[in-house]
């Protein structure tokens, strides 16, 4: 069965550190895919990104990086110099070979991030 | 702007009365989903609409009646709920049949509370 995990619900730093945003996933299947989602607290999920699961690439898009190693099953992100805006809940989520005409995506229980000026 | 959106953004109810939500998308989506979200939980998948067709009801009580127009629209009918179905409802939209694994595009969601 799909699962995704992050262990830590809530996360604050001071703007400028770097952190860390832990994922850990599990599935039976070979093909899958990753996401990440922000939720600022306006309320809707802004995607962030996807990493299909024959990519192991990290990947930076400015002051992001996603870090995905397959064999911890773990897909971790980072936001280097924080700043406030950055503070929202950040998930995580598991799509897996398509079976279906639609997306069936498993959302981790989400991690909080403040970061304080 | 995420080219979703959902109305009204806050909503409040009492457990006898009826209402609706609404989702609208301009994507060109085939897909279209409801999420709840509730303090605490993981985000939970209610129901999907693939090309105006159900295609997935995730044992959702029956007092939530969702409704799938065209393409472009979806609807979450409200019925005598309870106090415990206060949550963030969201709605979603992907690409769909043809087109998969591509990310879905989110709604701000409306707030329900049920007093």
């Known amino acids: 069965a799909q699962k995704v995990t992050q262990a830590q619900t809530e996360i604050s730093v001071v703007e400028k550190e770097d952190v860390t945003l832990d994922c850990v996933y599990e599935?039976?299947?070979?093909?899958?895919?990753l996401f990440w989602y922000k939720q600022p607290p306006s309320g809707e999920l802004v995607f962030l990104i996807r990493?299909?699961?024959?990519?192991?690439q990290n990947e930076i898009s400015g002051r992001y990086s996603w870090n995905f190693q397959k064999s911890t099953s773990s897909f971790n992100f980072t936001i280097t110099a924080s700043q406030v805006v950055d503070s929202a809940v950040y998930f995580c989520?598991?799509?897996?070979?398509?079976?279906?005409?639609?997306?069936?995506?498993?959302f981790g229980p989400g991690t909080s991030l403040s970061v304080i000026p | 702007e995420t080219g979703v959106t959902q109305t009204p953004r806050h909503l409040v109810m009492g457990m006898t009365n009826k209402k609706s939500l609404k989702c609208e998308q301009h994507?060109?989506?085939?897909?279209m989903y409801w999420y709840k979200q509730s303090a605490k939980k993981p985000l939970e998948l209610m129901f999907v609409?693939?090309?105006?067709?159900?295609?997935e009801n995730n044992s959702v009580p029956s007092r939530f009646s969702p409704e799938c127009p065209n393409s472009s629209h979806l609807f979450l009918h409200l019925h005598t709920l309870q106090p415990e179905d206060s949550a963030l409802y969201l709605c979603?939209?992907?690409?769909?049949?043809?087109?998969?694994?591509?990310?879905?595009?989110f709604g701000q969601g409306t707030r329900l509370t049920v007093v």
């Open positions: 609409y693939s090309l105006e067709e159900r295609v």
């Open positions: 994507l060109g989506h085939n897909a």
């Open positions: 979603a939209s992907s690409p769909g049949v043809g087109q998969l694994n591509t990310e879905a595009f």
């Open positions: 989520a598991l799509s897996e070979s398509p079976k279906t005409s639609y997306d069936k995506v498993i």
């Open positions: 599935t039976r299947d070979t093909t899958y895919y």
């Open positions: 990493r299909n699961s024959f990519d192991e």
